[in-house]
């Protein structure tokens, strides 16, 4: 499972990917749609071409955790992702450049209380507001 968070026109949005069913819910202004998902789930490793940007210690003291910091280029977007040391779990990633023809943009991905493994049978509840969910994309649907 993932879930992503951003704001459009003005308005939160979050998307829940499920990868068992292989569903995204989009919940946008109160409505929610569901559609057909075909993204695998992200390798927790990084790509054989990336550039290591450098290694940090994020956190205090006390509570810190090792982290490696890469750049990833692609014709049309730059990725900077960075990982643990230990486990090569995602901890950050942002990515710029050309989103779509004629769209230029950025957008960063921070995580926290991630679950590395299968999550037991039950955990992901489908959100209230997507259990009677239009099927398909909601562009045009309000």
């Known amino acids: 499972m993932a879930r992503t968070e951003q704001t459009i026109d003005g308005k939160p949005e979050i998307a829940l990917v499920d990868y068992n069913q292989n569903i995204t819910y989009t919940i946008h202004d109160g409505s929610c749609s569901k559609s057909a998902s075909y993204q695998p789930a992200q390798s927790p ?10 290694t ?4 205090s003291s006390n509570n810190s955790l090792a982290i490696n910091t890469w750049r990833v280029t ?3 977007l730059e990725y900077k992702i960075t990982v643990t040391n230990d486990t090569c779990s995602f901890v950050q990633e942002t990515f710029y450049g050309v989103l779509s023809p004629g769209v230029s943009g950025s ?6 209380d991630i679950t590395e493994g299968a999550l037991p ?8 507001e997507c259990r009677h969910a239009m099927t398909g994309p909601a562009v045009g649907r309000r």
């Open 74 to 76: 692609t014709p049309l």
């Open 56 to 59: 940090q210690v994020l956190g």
């Open 107 to 112: 957008t960063t991905f921070l995580l926290s």
């Open 121 to 128: 049978n039950g955990i992901f509840q489908v959100p209230p």
């Open 45 to 54: 490793c990084i790509p054989d071409d990336a550039v290591l940007i450098g």
